[in-house]
């Protein structure tokens, strides 16, 4: 397997491992968009599809 | 923000097992959706998609595996810099917001020994998805992209930090175990099973749910590859108790069939293309004897799924996961299984958003059989649904 490109470069190191900063558990509506799977009539999130053999 | 795989269970608190602290079970309507440092909560049949910021990303992934309120607040608290009393009061708001949007399940309080089989298969899950040793994915890809240089001491000390020295791809090779996608360095080579914590987790809440409800039946996965989600569906037998069911794999423990059909036509993953992706029955077996987890209440139906299944004793199904890959061989397990699942039991497809030709099957399976089913995704690819009475 020839090396991929983005793997032959230095990565920044990790920071050292710390406690996340804290704020109080949030969540904000955002445009959905999906794909209708063929045949059953089911919604599936296509949106996230994203793999490749 | 902090990966979520620091899924360390705390010990349990005095709270543990008391009337005020249940065990909370992400519903199957929704499920948590990552894009780089984004998290989103995402339920499809409401097409709604919610941004979250890290704690509510760090909740609602701490419920994807049934998890005491108690346990989550530690959890959260460990991986956050808040104060314990003002942590809980959030994540009860929290959770009352997710329980209003139908996310969150609340089941019994647990059994006396939740928090030692919350750790058991916390772990178990880590080390049959690799997410115990990583690293060693990169340390491979080190050697064969040939960047040792022969210095003992400069090799070794890459070699030792390989997570930090290549702290991109490191964060790559964790999320793809997380959701069990495929990466650019093969990590599910090394690991012995592909689905991701993701699907194991899918796996706990199906069978918690099945043995909460006594739907009875075995579990069945047709198409094991090297054994790991069947491995981790037996875990759950043992932890939970319910070793009476079997856990049964159908295989042809040479790997994924030639294409024959013609929608399959393109869709060759047979050994001689993908050799990581066949595990021969030793093998599978040796996997189950690593983790202690090989009895006679496990038992294999080598071969085609066309020969074996029509006639296999299989009584009644509790969980059915499908991971055929193909079209025929999805076709193949629905036809010969389905009738067998008992009503309120789970069927698993692990490649319907993943491969076309798989989806296909199932979308025409469900269609000829006239089943309205309430089709969840699991994750990028995994789609679930419980078969009604």
Redesign the interface.
Known sequence: ????P???E?????EPAT??????????????S?TE??????????T?????? | ??RTTSRSTPAASSRNGAGDDPVLLRSERA?L?RDGDDA???R??S??????????AA?VDGVAAPTTRSQLIERVV?????PRD??AA??D??LTELSALGVVERRDRPARDHALRRRYLDLLKRALVNLVYPEDTLRL?LA????LTGDDLADSRLLRDA????????REVVAARVDG??D???SALLAHTMVGLSGLDNLERCAARVFADRVPGDFLEAGVCHGGASIFLRALQVAYGEEDRATWLADTFSGVPKPSHPADAG?D?SEERVPWMAAGLDAVRDNFATYDLLSDGVRFLPGLFADTLPTAPVERLAILRIDGDLYESTRDVLTALYDRVSPGGWVIVDD????EPC??A???F??ERGL????H?V???R?CWRKDG
């Open positions: 397997m020839p090396p991929h983005e793997n032959t230095r990565d920044t190191p990790a406690k996340a900063p804290w704020h109080p558990p949030a969540m904000e509506e955002v445009e959905y999906t799977a063929a045949g059953s009539g089911a919604t599936y999130d296509l996230v599809y994203t793999g490749s053999v | 923000m902090p499920h959706r989103f909560l995402v499809p049949r097409r709604s998609q919610h941004r979250l910021n890290p704690v509510a909740i460990a991986a956050f810099d808040v003002e942590c959030a994540v708001r929290y890809q064969r992209a040939g960047e997570r930090y020295e290549r702290a991109a791809a490191y996608s495929v650019r360095f093969g869709l993953l319907y958003g993943y491969l989806r296909r199932v979308d025409e469900l269609a309205d089913v309430e089709l995704a994750d990028f690819t789609v």
